[in-house]
């Protein structure tokens, strides 16, 4: 975009769509100023920082998440469609769980998944304060959990992962509990996790109920 000796203008919008050809995991001032061929300075006469950056690019990757309500299904159905949907979209898009986890919300598309959760909800009877706290729970897990399954997928490639296996070869006892665990998916896994999880929450925080927190115990 150089051309003779003078840098061809751009607009925020361009180095917003740069950045999410790039990714977030790969984000950077210096990455989308080598995709839009200007300078780093020219970049920031547009982003004032690094976070700023990812914000932007971060937020224009939420608006493509649209979540699904059946209104028909109970609390417990609907937490675990919208784990599902959150698990499916940050597999598709990796870096944002990370991005979800570091500071939530940060802009409109982060408010808009919120107050989707909070009308969704409501309409099982929950009030919006109750509503973010489940929402913001199984969305806490399901994070973590894909964040574990993507690291997991990187590890399985690597000699660390032989080293692993090699150690619980070793083990009888570990041979004979592996051997009583059904084959499974990382779904599999996932949907099992999630539903316990969303039935014990409902089971704590039924609609109605005030939300209190538990004591430590002592």
């Known amino acids: ?59 224009a990757i939420l608006a493509g998440l649209k979540l699904v309500d059946d209104p028909a299904e109970p609390a417990v159905a609907h937490l675990v469609g919208f784990a599902a949907q959150l698990r499916s979209f940050t597999l598709a898009h990796p870096g944002t769980a990370q991005y ?11 408010v808009r998944l919120l107050e989707h959760q909070i009308v969704a909800l409501g309409r099982r009877g929950y009030d919006p304060a109750a509503a973010v706290v489940l929402s913001s729970a199984i969305a806490t897990i399901t994070l973590g959990v894909t964040m574990a399954e993507q690291e997991r997928e990187t590890e399985l490639r690597s000699q660390a992962a032989e080293e692993a296996l090699a150690a619980m070869a070793g083990s009888a006892l570990l041979q004979q509990a592996m051997t009583g665990i059904p084959e499974h998916t990382p779904e599999d896994y996932f949907v099992l996790l999630i539903t316990s999880t969303a039935e014990g929450l409902v089971a704590q925080l039924p609609p109605g109920r005030p939300i209190a927190v538990p004591r430590t115990a002592r």
Not at 100 to 110: D, M
């Open 1 to 59: 975009m150089r051309t003779g000796g003078r840098t061809a203008s751009f607009t925020l919008e361009d180095v917003i769509r740069a950045g999410t050809r790039i990714g977030l995991p790969e984000l950077t001032v210096q990455a989308v100023a080598d995709a839009l061929g200007v300078t780093t300075a020219a970049i920031y006469r547009h982003v004032p920082s690094r976070s700023a950056l990812e914000s932007l690019v971060g937020e």
């Open 100 to 110: 979800f986890q570091r500071l939530f919300p940060r802009g409109p598309s982060g």
